[in-house]
């Protein structure tokens, strides 16, 4: 199972950048999706996650600055991040959860830095 993430790049503090990750359609709309994020020295958090039901949460960080959503026909979940802060930098990663049978399985991006300048 792949997912393919983008939309990352370099952009000033306060400004905004979109993120995408397309997965793929037969676990898609069935798995819940969520973004992580990593900045150097630092262990991966959880950004934002969206249910299969589209019920959505974030972390206290990203709150009122972040909005998760999907799009069920694309395959695709998408992170716009507005009034991005320096501490914004990390390299940010999609997730994908699925549960079957009593069993959970996880899948990983590749990976997409953003770098916000100060």
């Known amino acids: 199972v792949q997912l393919q993430a983008f939309g990352g790049g370099l952009v000033q503090a306060g400004g905004y950048l979109r993120l995408s990750c397309v997965g793929p359609?037969?676990?898609?709309?069935?798995?819940?999706m969520a973004w992580y994020r990593q900045a150097p020295g630092k262990q991966r958090e959880m950004v934002a996650r969206?249910?299969?039901?589209?019920?959505?949460n974030y972390a206290d960080s990203v709150k009122g600055r972040f909005t998760i959503s999907r799009d069920n026909e694309r395959n695709t979940v998408y992170l716009q991040m507005d009034r991005l802060k320096s501490e914004d930098t990390a390299v940010y990663y999609c997730?994908?959860?699925?549960?079957?049978?009593?069993?959970?399985?996880?899948?990983w991006g590749q990976g997409t830095l953003v770098t916000v300048s100060s």
């Open positions: 997730n994908a959860e699925l549960t079957l049978t009593f069993r959970l399985y996880e899948y």
């Open positions: 969206i249910t299969s039901g589209g019920g959505a």
């Open positions: 359609r037969s676990i898609f709309s069935d798995s819940a």
